[in-house]
Every structure is written in C-alpha cells, then in structure tokens.
C-alpha cells in the first residue's frame, strides 16, 4: 500500500465527479432557455443513481470474478470483500475500495454523456428506466471486457487507458440509438432552412462547463495511472497538448470553412481533444498527443456538420464529439502507442507493431456495434411501453415545466 | 403633455442618458426590447449550423415631459443616438391624457 498513491486516486475521483456537474453546465448551455433545467437533471441525477446502482451490483458486474470473459459474478454485491486490503489485479498500492470508488466516477459520466442526444424531449420517468437498463447491460459488461481482470478485450491486448472505447464510444454509439429511434426535436428541419431556430441560450454556461471537464478530464486521464508517478505526469501532458491541440484545429477549420472561430467551437474542440486522447493518454508522447488533439479537432468538426446531410437530430452532437472522437483516439492509439512512453502498454504502428491498430479496430467494432443493437432495443421497447417523449404540447412549454415544474430563470 | 418613446441601439444608452441628465429630464424608464425594422436580423451559426435571427436587441426608452421640451429632447436624442449606419433605431411621440403621481395623488404636469 502506499499513501501517495491512494491520495492521488482518491483526488482523482473527485476530479472526474466534478465532470458530470461540468457536462450537465456544457449541455444546459446549448439547449433553449425552457429546456435549461431538465437538462442539467439528466446529468446530475446520474450521480444518485448510477451511484448507488454501482455500490449495490455495478462494480461487482464490471470489476468482479471473471465469468466467461464477458461480465463479473455477483460475489462483490453490496462491496462484500471491497475494502482496505488492494486488489493486485487492478492495483497493488492502493485499498481495493479507492479503486472502486473511482471507478463509480466513471460509471456515472458514461451514461450522462448520452443524454445530449435527445435532450430537449425526453420523458424524465422512461430516461431513469432507460439509465437503469444501459448501465446494467452495456456498461458494466464492456467495462468489464476492456478492464476487468479476465475480460476478452483486455486479454486481446486492446489499448484503452482512460475509456475511449469503454466511455466515449460506447455512450457515443448509443446516442446515434437515440437519435434514430426518438427522431428530430419538433421543428428541426437542419440547416437553417427550419423555421425554428435551435440557439444555445447560455453559451458562457457551456464555456464554463467545458473548462470544467478539461480541469476533471485531469483525473480521468492522469488518475488512470492509479499511482502518482511518472506515467502519471506523462497522461497528464498528453491530455493537456492534445486538448489544446484540438481547440485551434476545431476553431481555425471552421474559420476557414464558414468564415468566423466561434466560442462554442472552441469548448466543443476542446471536448473533441480530450476524448480522442483519453485511450491513447497513458501510451503516447507529447508530440503524438498533439498530432492526436489536430486530428480529432478537425474530424469531429466534420462529423457534426455531416448528422444534418445524415438526417438524425442528435441535440449537443454526441455521436459527432465522443462516438467519433473515440474512434479517432482509438485508432490513433493503434498508430502512436509505444512502449518507451509506458512499458506495460503496447507499440502502435508507428513504432514497429502493426498488429495493434487491428486489436484496436476490433475493440472498436464489437463496441460499436454491442452498444448500437443493445442501446436500440431497449429504446424500442421503451418507446413501445413507457414512451420516449413529452408530448409535443410538453414539448413546446419546454421540459423545465412539463417534467419538473420549476423554471431556470426567473425575472 | 407628450410621451416620447424612442428605440436605439443599446450601447447607445449611455450617451443619451447622459445628454437627457443635461437638459434636466425629470425621469425614463428603460427596456431591453428585441425588434427589427427595415433591415431585418442577421445570420448567426452554431456549430455549422446557421439561423437567421430576426430580432435585434434594442433597448427603449419612454419619458413624458411638457410639450414645449419635446422638440429639445428628440434632438438630443438623436444627435447622441445616430451612428448614421442602418439600426440606429426610431422615435414615437405620442399625446398623453393624464398623469398621476401614485404617491400623493397629484395630477397633470406637476405630477411628471
């Protein structure tokens, strides 16, 4: 056991619970003022649910025994047996129960990521059912694939530091779900030529919230290390570059493309950067990280604009930032990973070992395509029982009053 | 006695309260209002994705005063509210019926 590195996980966790307060600002911003509110609830209610859920069976599905290389047993229900002693296979210097703890921070951010696709229109009741069934059935069995002691994606040898596959593209993934099954916000009709328009009420919320996620992605990243050391500050480095990277390649493509850098696409590049270096931040150099940030700042531009041509509303872009940021940073890991940066991880094809981009694509793939079929099912069948969606009366008051009575703003 | 109601542009406001305070108006009342006029709105993009945005923020300002200070008042303003391009805005001038102070019940022009 050692105390410096249970300090630093245990700073870590609390770093990415401050992520889903962040998320919940960076989308209340870019949704309309009536919709402020219920928006914001879908992120922080996640902290209770979610939460509990973890202690209770979560962690005993994603992180416990090994049952087929697909899910954990239920021996560790209710934490039985998580507590001070470490659990060598995830950490040999740090209580078992810090572990766990921090990994419930990431529990509760994958799920509240997927809710800017259908906000603005999603039934409060049938969203808490929906959570209830991801978590339960995708998250904690692909957690468990590409972290558990014993899961088959682990085992393949996949690269995956802080979630790109596990987080980013399995929550990107089941947003394009959504979008599909919920269909468009009434009055969508793309670009422009709609007649109602879609403008972010509070974009310095959303700037606020963005900075808040880059400051909490620190402890996603960097505490990934699970010690405070050297590879920490090496994650930590490449998390920072690569963000930093990715908001001047978001702001100066869409300079040049449609003629202004805007505020909202430097928090969404800054977005973009952290999620396509989250796989690859405790396997790359400095230089690669910011080759990693220019790659995702631009691709993730283009898939944004690319879901109008494509005819799907997803609200806050949750498949354009985080599904295809993911497979940027997943496949980009395949390229940069090399074994100087973390001896544990892996080389990428740049560093002599091609193998890794096709491990890397099979993560991918089996994530993307687990994710889309479970996530569209259990939309379907809710859609058919519970309903997805406030009725378009509900709609147009705005959610803030049809599924919580209460309004953000005041006069 | 007139009610002088007049739309400009908000950073405007400043200058023409200060001109207002010169000529010893005796009270305004502001608004932030939204309008267009002639010109229309302008074109705003999100993400990609462009609006046109059809109200403009203006702000209104309404005093009543006598009406042999109209004239004196509707020239400040728009000296001091004129930038000369499109959106600087217009002036109503409108007859008022009666006045009354809330406080003491007091009527017509001592009431302003």
């Not at chain 1, 996640?46 to 047993?73: E, K, Q, R």
Request: with cysteine; proline share 4%.
């Amino acid at each position: 056991m050692n105390p410096a590195d249970t300090a630093f996980v245990l700073v870590s966790a609390a770093l990415v619970m401050l992520m889903t307060p962040g998320l919940a600002l960076f989308y209340g911003g870019m949704v309309r003022s009536k919709n402020v509110l219920a928006t914001i609830m879908q992120n922080f209610i996640l902290l209770g649910v979610v939460g509990v859920l973890w202690a209770i069976y979560g962690y005993s599905l994603a992180f416990g025994p090994d049952v087929g290389h697909f899910i954990g047993n239920l021996d560790w229900v209710g934490l039985a047996g998580v507590g001070a002693e470490p659990f060598k296979a995830y950490s040999e210097t740090i209580p078992h129960q810090t572990f766990m703890i921090y990994q419930a921070m990431f529990a509760i951010i994958t799920p509240a990521l997927i809710t800017g696709a259908w906000a603005e229109r999603m039934k409060f009741s049938t969203f808490l059912v929906f959570m209830v069934l991801w978590s339960t059935i995708v998250y904690n069995p692909v957690a468990h694939w590409v972290w558990g002691d014993g899961g088959w994606l682990k085992n393949l040898g996949a690269l995956d530091f802080a979630g790109g596959t596990v987080v980013h593209i399995n929550a990107g993934i089941a947003a394009l779900a959504a979008a599909l099954v919920m269909g468009p916000r009434k009055g969508y009709a793309g670009y422009g030529n709609g007649a109602e328009a879609f403008i972010p009420h509070n974009l310095p919320m959303t700037v606020l919230g963005a900075g808040l996620l880059w400051f909490g992605w620190f402890g996603f990243n960097a505490g990934s290390a699970l010690a405070a050391g050297a590879l920490a500050s090496s994650a930590f480095t490449a998390t920072h570059l690569a963000t930093c990277a990715a908001v001047l390649s978001w702001v100066g493509t869409e300079w040049i493309a449609r003629g202004k850098p805007t505020t909202l696409g430097a928090a969404s590049g800054a977005v973009a950067g952290l999620v396509a270096i989250t796989p690859a931040a405790g396997y790359v150099g400095p230089m690669s990280a910011i080759i990693i940030g220019l790659v995702a700042g631009i691709i993730c531009y283009l898939a944004v604009l690319a879901k109008v041509k494509l005819g799907y509303d997803d609200s806050l872009d949750v498949v354009g930032v985080h599904c295809v940021g993911g497979v940027v940073g997943a496949m980009l890991t395949g390229l940069f990973a090399t074994k100087l940066v973390n001896p544990a991880g892996g080389d990428g094809l740049f560093f002599g070992n091609p193998g890794q981009l096709w491990i890397q694509a099979v993560a991918v793939g089996v994530t993307l395509i687990y994710s889309f079929v479970v996530s569209f099912i259990l939309f379907k069948v809710l859609d058919a029982t519970m309903g997805l969606r406030v009725t378009p009366e509900e709609e147009m008051a705005g959610l803030d009053i049809s599924e919580h009575q209460e309004t953000g703003y005041s006069m | 006695m007139k009610k002088i109601e007049a739309i400009i542009q908000p950073f405007k406001l400043e200058p023409v309260k200060e001109a207002l305070h010169g000529l010893s108006v005796q009270g305004m009342t502001v608004t932030e209002v939204k309008g267009f006029g002639r010109q229309k709105g302008i074109r705003e993009v999100y993400r990609g994705m462009e609006y046109q945005v059809d109200f403009l923020p203006k702000v209104k300002i309404e005093i009543v005063a006598p009406a042999d200070k109209v004239k004196i008042i509707v020239d400040t303003i728009v000296e001091k509210a004129r930038t000369g391009r499109i959106g600087d805005g217009k002036i109503f001038v409108y007859p008022v019926a009666e006045v009354i102070r809330i406080r003491t019940g007091e009527t017509g022009e001592s009431a302003v």
